[in-house]
């Protein structure tokens, strides 16, 4: 099997089936399940700058049955542009997260300030490239 990006690698066998992609990031070759029309892959449901993630609990009904159930975090793609990089970031985001960067002043800020363990590994990458371009600046300012 040839390593391609996650987007263009996909093979289908039968109705029910397994495909094998390549993800660069972790260079790691992942499982994903096509059932019917919808796929539904193992890539984490956790926001890439707050790091929400899946809580489980009870659905309740009026009889007081209990049923297990899972509260997905409600993520969005979002692009971003970081103003000392002058590139433009897409990352999967909660919108409570991004009312966190608007309130921090920004994408640079917001990764400036926060700790590394809440942060997703692209989030940390754009991080360490910050960091660096910062060094840059005060190297060449001094």
């Known amino acids: 099997m040839t390593k391609t990006p996650i987007h263009t690698l996909i093979i289908l066998k039968s109705i029910l089936d397994v495909k094998y992609t390549f993800v660069e990031e972790t260079g790691k070759t992942m499982l994903s399940w096509e059932v019917g029309f919808k796929i539904v892959s193992n890539m984490p449901r956790k926001c890439a700058l707050t790091g929400k993630t899946v809580l489980f609990g009870n659905n309740v009904s009026h009889a007081h049955n209990k049923t297990r159930r899972k509260f997905l975090p409600n993520l969005q793609k979002i692009s971003f542009m970081s103003e000392s990089l ?31 363990c809440k942060l997703s590994k692209r989030a940390l990458i754009i991080k360490n490239e910050l960091l660096k371009t910062c060094k840059l600046k005060t190297e060449r300012g001094n």
């Open 86 to 116: 002058k590139k433009v970031f897409q990352l999967r985001v909660t919108p409570s997260g991004l009312r966190t960067v608007e309130k921090n002043g920004g994408l640079d800020a917001y990764l400036l300030k926060t700790c590394d």
